[in-house]
């Protein structure tokens, strides 16, 4: 466990009209204590990035170990920390000498809010106050204009620095995409949704409905969903609007039975079996405990949800169904390269081979799986990659040896996007993860 100061209670912080008026207040020693500690949780941090672990899990153990650190704390260090890594391909160039300007330059990038601790952070790393208040007033320009501000610091922020040299090609509408995190998705179930949309009011929490869906939330301010009754008793689900869209393009009917092959930690079994209003039957395995974990305690929580039947798979002997499953989704392991704007780390750990060894576990799980899908069944393929190597041409590949099935036209429940050979839902045509869905058809 790292051995760290914690910091008091911020204080109320001021409106700040002048960015050279750094605090009326002498609140120093508070503020070196949180420089300092985001610094050294920092370097345990990159260790861990080093050896290709997601940074995520770290905090979370972290912060959940060290429960001294209030949520400000908390999010200044995970804000400062995520910025690093989302503009990895630029700042990695001071990490070695000017960390701290390093730190609070990722956290300035990433459009987080401008306050007493973040000018005296300025001072205190020679970051001039008309950088800060350049990035602060035009935080939501793309990265071009961002890179023009911090030119006299990073030498050629070149846009192609941003991603790994495989995704070069990006168009700039793209990149300026993956380097801005996407909002919270909601999504909403049969309750009395007002009574959540008060407690959002009371928290001063801004949200808006996916325009034409009244089950689609999106909440664009930080909020903790803990202090809300409705979320702890199962009312609400945290998922993404591209994951959303997995399952409406199932289509799963009422008293039918669906198999959720890969159900992660439940967050489309569980709208699979909303879909069925708790009628039927989803079967929902997941070869990984810790995960299996997650998914018995959602659907305990979800009271009204009684057609989940979670099973614990070794990946190789099928499950036992009442009768063959009318539908199978294959939510693949993959790159999950569609996810950077959450977890930006993970675009410097991808490799050519990496890509290959999952279209080639892709292509064998599913040739494995749709020998459950009976005539006329429907097959669900799904990935949050944003490679062809994983979505297109394991689906192309699979049909040349599979020739009892075929692709069905889909559309995208939110953007009317069309394909007929599988749809890809990308940044910023959708402001969610990157996510190829396929929908196939035995015949």
């Known amino acids: 466990m790292l051995s760290l100061n914690p910091s008091p209670p911020l204080p109320t912080l001021l ?12 609140y120093s020693a508070r503020y070196l204590r949180q420089i300092e500690n985001s610094c050294h949780i920092f370097k345990n941090v990159h260790a861990c990035f080093l050896n290709q672990k ?25 804000n400062s920390i995520f910025g690093f890594y989302r503009w990895y391909g630029w700042l990695s160039q001071l990490m070695e000498k000017e960390l701290e300007k390093a730190l609070l330059l990722g956290y300035l990038l990433d459009s987080n809010p401008v306050d007493q601790l973040v000018l005296f952070w300025g001072k205190q790393c020679g970051l001039a106050d008309h950088v800060i208040q350049n990035l602060h007033n035009n935080r939501n320009n793309g990265f071009k204009e961002k890179g ?10 070149d846009p192609k620095y941003l991603n790994p040299s495989l995704l070069h090609h990006w168009s700039d509408s793209v990149i300026d995409a993956f380097q801005k995190r996407p909002n919270i998705w909601i999504r909403l179930t049969n309750f009395n949704q007002q009574r959540f949309l008060e407690f959002l009011d009371s928290k001063e929490v801004s ?12 909440i ?5 969903l803990y202090e809300s009754k409705d979320y702890n008793l199962g009312y609400l689900e945290v998922q993404d609007i ?6 409406l393009i199932c289509r799963p009917g009422e008293g039918e039975i669906w198999w959720d092959v890969c159900a992660g930690s439940g967050g489309k079994t569980l709208h699979l079996a909303s879909l069925m209003n708790g009628s039927g039957s989803v079967v929902a395995s997941e070869i990984y405990p810790k995960r299996f974990n997650e998914l018995i305690k959602r659907s305990n929580k979800n009271k ?9 798979w070794n990946g190789k002997i099928m499950p036992v169904f009442d009768r063959q499953p009318d539908g199978v989704l294959v939510d693949a392991p993959c790159s999950c390269s569609g996810t950077w704007r959450r977890s930006p780390d993970l675009r410097w750990h991808i490799t050519q081979q990496k890509i290959a060894y999952y279209a080639s576990l892709q292509f064998k799980l599913l040739s494995n799986i749709c020998k459950e899908v009976p005539k006329n069944g429907v097959l669900v393929y799904a990935t949050c990659s944003v490679f062809e ?5 394991v689906v192309n590949r699979f049909l040349e040896t599979h020739t009892d099935f075929s692709l069905q036209p889909i559309t995208c429940p939110f953007t009317t996007q069309k394909s007929e050979k599988g749809l890809r839902l990308f940044p910023p045509n959708i402001d969610g993860n990157g996510m190829y869905i396929a929908r196939l058809i035995r015949f």
């Open 220 to 224: 664009l301010s930080p909020i903790n």
């Open 148 to 157: 023009d501000v911090i030119s006299s610091i990073i030498s050629n922020p």
């Open 389 to 393: 190597e994983e979505n297109e041409l």
């Open 207 to 218: 949200y808006r409905y996916f325009p034409n869906r009244k089950d689609v939330l999106e």
């Open 15 to 26: 409106h700040l009209t002048k960015f050279s008026d750094i605090t009326k207040v002498d």
């Open 304 to 312: 009204k949800l009684k057609n989940i039947k979670p099973i614990l």
């Open 242 to 247: 591209s994951s959303q869209a997995v399952g």
């Open 54 to 78: 997601p940074i995520d899990v770290f905090l979370t153990k972290f912060f959940r170990k060290n429960r001294q650190f209030g949520s400000k704390d908390r999010r200044l260090i995970s």
